[in-house]
């Protein structure tokens, strides 16, 4: 049997929001699968969704840029949400994504040797571990950007819109965080997937397969309306969908970035009671 640690237990509670006991047993019976543990408890109604990004954990900044067809987005992490506002690194990270955008550099190894001196010198001055963690770029006929405070940043490609518009999508992208631009993008595996869970919930009612097949259509347009930029209500204007609105202004969205600080990188989580005790005792 695999073994259960309390930090997967702890991530399945994060993510289903169901409690510890049903989340530990749902682990054992899923052999350590997470996924599988995530499947099983939406199909017995224990868990209604899953939040699909890992946890926010490190500290730092998202910077975009814009120039002319072409955008630039870049995350530069540090340890603390001290530093991620101290001159020298937010300056630091000017010069990295001025050099990203200027060189159109897509690589992050390449972005990374670039300024790996620069790097090493800050973080003896600093005293935190730093990292130029990704870079992206986005191109297009129309480019437009929207930074949300230094902890979300967002990219969006477009045809026929205008400024305005652009930001607004990419507003709506940073608040709404869709994961594909069409409900036809949605990869087959993820909405077969989707469509089983969903099957499973509709027989549990008793209904003949052919009822629960049609019951199941209509929650799974939902779904993968749900998951993509144009089928999501947009936020500046529920009445319609993101879809709607680039209808109505005759422009589509082509493709979008979304990054936000410390999605997916786990932080080692410590006691600060006890690290403050221990402290004492040495002193």
């Given at each position: 049997?695999?073994?259960?640690?309390?930090a997967?237990?702890k991530?399945?509670?994060?993510?289903?929001?169901?409690?510890?006991?049903?989340?530990?047993?749902?682990?054992v019976?899923?052999n350590g699968d997470?996924?599988l543990a995530?499947?099983?408890?939406?199909?017995s109604?224990?868990?209604?969704a899953?939040k699909?990004?890992g946890?926010v954990?490190?500290e730092?900044?998202i910077?975009a840029?814009?120039a002319g067809?072409?955008?630039?987005?870049v995350?530069l992490?540090?340890?603390?949400?001290f530093?991620?506002?101290?001159?020298g690194?937010?300056?630091f990270?000017?010069?990295?994504?001025?050099?990203a955008?200027?060189?159109?550099?897509?690589d992050?190894?390449v972005l990374?040797?670039?300024?790996?001196?620069?790097?090493?010198?800050?973080?003896?001055k600093?005293g935190e571990?730093?990292?130029?963690?990704r870079?992206a770029?986005?191109?297009?006929?129309?480019?437009?950007?929207?930074l949300?405070g230094?902890?979300i940043?967002v990219?969006?490609s477009?045809?026929g819109?205008?400024e305005e518009l652009?930001?607004?999508?990419a507003?709506?992208?940073?608040?709404s965080?869709?994961?594909?631009?069409?409900?036809?993008d949605?990869?087959?595996?993820?909405?077969?997937?989707?469509?089983?869970?969903?099957?499973?919930?509709?027989?549990?009612s008793?209904?003949?397969?052919e009822?629960?097949?049609?019951?199941?259509?209509?929650r799974?347009?939902?779904?993968?309306?749900e998951?993509s930029?144009?089928g999501?209500?947009?936020?500046?204007d529920?009445?319609?969908?993101?879809?709607?609105?680039?209808?109505?202004k005759?422009?589509d969205?082509?493709?979008?970035?979304?990054?936000?600080v410390?999605?997916?990188?786990?932080k080692?989580?410590?006691?600060?009671?006890?690290e403050?005790?221990?402290?004492s005792?040495?002193?």
């Amino acid at each position: 049997m695999a073994d259960i640690t309390a930090a997967l237990v702890k991530e399945l509670r994060e993510r289903t929001g169901a409690g510890m006991m049903e989340c530990k047993k749902a682990l054992v019976e899923a052999n350590g699968d997470i996924e599988l543990a995530i499947d099983n408890m939406r199909k017995s109604g224990q868990a209604k969704a899953a939040k699909k990004s890992g946890r926010v954990a490190a500290e730092g900044v998202i910077l975009a840029e814009v120039a002319g067809n072409t955008g630039v987005i870049v995350e530069l992490n540090c340890e603390t949400d001290f530093v991620a506002k101290d001159a020298g690194f937010l300056a630091f990270g000017k010069e990295v994504i001025a050099a990203a955008t200027a060189e159109r550099i897509a690589d992050i190894d390449v972005l990374k040797a670039k300024f790996e001196d620069q790097r090493t010198a800050l973080v003896a001055k600093i005293g935190e571990n730093i990292n130029i963690r990704r870079v992206a770029i986005l191109e297009g006929d129309v480019i437009g950007s929207y930074l949300h405070g230094a902890r979300i940043g967002v990219l969006v490609s477009a045809t026929g819109a205008d400024e305005e518009l652009v930001k607004h999508v990419a507003m709506h992208v940073a608040a709404s965080k869709p994961e594909y631009v069409k409900p036809e993008d949605v990869p087959a595996d993820v909405v077969e997937r989707e469509h089983q869970i969903q099957l499973d919930i509709a027989m549990q009612s008793g209904k003949p397969r052919e009822i629960a097949e049609k019951m199941v259509q209509g929650r799974m347009n939902k779904f993968t309306g749900e998951v993509s930029l144009t089928g999501q209500q947009f936020v500046m204007d529920p009445s319609k969908t993101v879809g709607q609105l680039l209808k109505e202004k005759n422009a589509d969205v082509v493709n979008f970035i979304r990054f936000e600080v410390g999605e997916g990188i786990e932080k080692v989580e410590s006691d600060f009671a006890a690290e403050v005790a221990a402290m004492s005792k040495q002193s």
